[in-house]
């Protein structure tokens, strides 16, 4: 068929008004998050349909025009670039939540539904769905089981796949297959769910999604410790965990982050410290009193400066606010930021702290590091301007030299932004040949003519 007969099926098929080809709406979807160059689309679906979305993708199938799926496109990991062209299907069309059961605690959503409307809409009926990407504001929950998304809140709540009961998803073929159930327990045949997570569209592609909800916190606490010295901020970290509190969330921000975070959210940071930690503990009011109690003194014990409790919502939602912000704030900084997520056993933060200080001396290059420390991600932010070119060469040895101390630490490429274009080349040093030829004979089998996502994860 030719591209002119294919876009008129298209049309046909899932409404004129949905499909573009123009150039200025192309260019809209040839790249994401991620510092890779941008590649533009042949064309860009929008299905508004479930119908329509398995339409699109049977087409193009029988057409063997590669699919890339775009949620909101915030990956990290180069997980939209459509590298191989062909078309973006983007589901922001598919946006309904369809239910919220408060008896058997789940919620049934389309792929485009947004992180945060989620938990807006199930905290009205007094339940929680706790994985709080720090884009939530913008992904999409599609986005969020496709990278198994995590969060400030995964140190006590878990990530994505925590709370994937089941998934209903297009096949290569358009086809429907569903996995998983709304009950608790499920071991009825394959784990498909958990095959899915974390495919980034690479297998198959979400139309609807059932996610566990389970009941908020009674009540919250959050404290900011104040550090003079890294190492003092890295060593509490460790310590907390093991006097085995789980705080609700463990972050650190380096002062650099401080500065930038302070000057962008005016948020009351104290910009001459050399490092914070922002805690939160939740749970029943008395446990919560209990484990602030216990992590005050473990702070004061390896070093705190100061320790400031929120005293009410407005102190604790600006807290957090600005903790949110941090990549924004860095942003601002130089023209180009790579965040990184390499992530290490708990008890290596202070090791890797130390690591990437060491890393921005040896390659010259400004790091900034903040992140969810007590899950041991932490998020060395690179600033830097990729068109000068010998610093990008410093950049690219940098990263290198990240990854290589977080895997000799026995830690992982990505704690949450997946592996997309960007890490794929990185994969075999962290698992084994056996297990790219594993992976390959997956997807080999669930997708023979290559159409979803060429390129991603295991590479060409
Ligand atoms: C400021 C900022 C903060 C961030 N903070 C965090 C954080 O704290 N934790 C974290 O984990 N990540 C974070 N991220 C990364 C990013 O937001 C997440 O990876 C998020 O899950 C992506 O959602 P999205 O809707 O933008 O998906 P997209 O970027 O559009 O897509 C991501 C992947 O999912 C696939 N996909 C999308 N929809 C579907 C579907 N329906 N079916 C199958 N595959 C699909 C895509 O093909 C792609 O491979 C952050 C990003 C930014 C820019």
Not at 231 to 244: L, M, N, P, Q, R
């Amino acid at each position: 068929m030719s591209s002119k007969a294919l876009f008129n099926e298209f049309r046909r098929m899932i409404g004129w008004e949905n499909v573009f080809t123009d150039i200025e709406d192309l260019a809209t979807y040839a790249y994401d998050a991620a510092v890779l160059n941008p590649v533009v689309p042949v064309v860009v679906l929008r299905p508004r349909s479930s119908e329509a979305l398995g339409q699109a993708v049977q087409l193009c199938n029988e057409n063997q025009l590669p699919i890339t799926v775009r949620g909101s496109g915030t990956n990290l990991s180069g997980g939209t670039i459509p590298s191989q062209g062909g078309a973006v299907i983007v589901t922001n069309g598919l946006n309904r939540i369809l239910e919220i059961n408060e008896q058997d605690l789940f919620a049934v959503v389309q792929p485009g539904v947004i992180t945060a409307r989620l938990a807006a809409a199930v905290e009205k009926q007094n339940l929680f769905y706790p994985p709080d990407p720090g884009s939530q504001a913008v992904s999409t929950i599609g986005g969020n089981v496709a990278e198994n998304a995590g969060g400030l809140r995964g140190l006590k709540y878990g990530v994505t796949s925590d709370y994937v009961m089941g998934l209903q998803f297009f096949d290569t073929n358009g086809k429907l297959v569903k996995t998983g159930s709304k009950t608790v327990k499920c071991a009825t045949g394959y784990n498909l769910t958990g095959l899915m997570v974390g495919s980034e569209g690479t297998l198959g592609v979400f139309d609807e999604i059932t996610l566990k909800l389970i009941p908020p916190p009674a009540h919250h606490k959050a404290m900011l410790a104040v550090f003079d010295h890294m190492s003092k901020a890295s060593e509490t970290v460790s310590a907390i965990i093991a006097g085995h509190i789980v705080p609700a969330t463990l972050e650190f921000m380096d002062n650099f982050t401080i500065r930038a975070v302070e000057d962008y959210s005016r948020a009351g940071l104290p910009v001459d410290a050399t490092a914070l930690l922002l805690i939160e503990v939740d749970g029943h009011p008395a446990q919560v009193e209990e484990e602030a109690h216990k992590v005050e003194l473990i702070c004061k014990k390896l070093g705190a400066e100061s320790i400031k409790v929120a005293e009410n919502a407005q102190e604790r939602n600006k807290v957090w606010e600005a903790r949110r912000g941090a990549l924004s704030a860095l942003a601002k900084l130089k023209p180009t930021l790579i965040l990184e997520d390499a992530t290490v056993p708990r008890s290596k933060i202070p090791t890797m702290v130390a690591a990437i200080q060491r890393i921005s001396e040896k390659y010259r290059i400004d790091i900034g590091t903040f992140g969810h420390a007590g899950d041991g991600n932490l998020h060395p932010t690179i600033l830097t301007d990729n068109r000068d070119k010998a610093e990008w060469t410093r950049v690219e040895a940098a990263i290198d030299a990240i990854f290589e101390e977080a895997l000799s630490m026995g830690g992982t490429l990505s704690g949450e932004h997946g592996t997309g274009l960007a890490k794929s080349k990185f994969l075999e040093k962290e698992t084994s040949p056996g297990t790219i030829l594993f992976s390959k004979l997956i997807k080999t089998a669930l997708d023979p003519n290559n159409i979803l996502n060429p390129g991603k994860i295991i590479g060409p």
